[in-house]
């Protein structure tokens, strides 16, 4: 059974900085793609950003791209995202997810794409 737990949400100043981490139990990250997505109430959950399996591919949505980075360490079995310059419109929870299908990069930026999620971490960004 595979366990998803997120770590390093808080509260912070529009144009600070932080950064999330999701540990995985249960596989390893060496084969799959791990997505982080963002939802705020009323909202549909949205997509942050990718990495595959060898972090050889990432992807991000254009509302983040340039301020938020996603990074893996496989003998952790840890994803990150680095958070910069955050706006106030970066506030919600944020989930990390994985793929289940090894090798697969058809589509990173689709939440059905992704079976495990993490319970969630608030991020919230005061103007």
């Known amino acids: 059974q595979v366990q998803l737990v997120e770590s390093g949400g808080g509260l912070v100043q529009a144009g600070g900085s932080l950064r999330l981490s999701c540990s995985a139990s249960?596989?390893?990250?060496?084969?799959?793609?791990m997505g982080w997505f963002r939802q705020v109430p009323g909202k549909d959950r949205e997509f942050v950003a990718a990495?595959?399996?060898?972090?050889?591919?990432?992807v991000y949505a254009d509302s983040v791209k340039g301020r938020f980075t996603i990074s893996k360490d496989d003998a952790k079995n840890t994803v990150y995202l680095q958070m910069n310059t955050l706006k106030p419109e970066d506030t919600a929870v944020y989930y990390c997810?994985?793929?289940?299908?090894?090798?697969?990069?058809?589509?990173?930026?689709?939440?059905?794409?992704?079976?495990?999620w993490g319970q969630g971490t608030q991020v919230t960004v005061s103007s």
């Open positions: 997810a994985l793929d289940p299908t090894r090798y697969n990069w058809a589509r990173p930026a689709a939440a059905e794409e992704y079976d495990y």
């Open positions: 990495i595959s399996w060898r972090s050889s591919n990432t």
């Open positions: 249960g596989r390893t990250f060496g084969s799959y793609t």
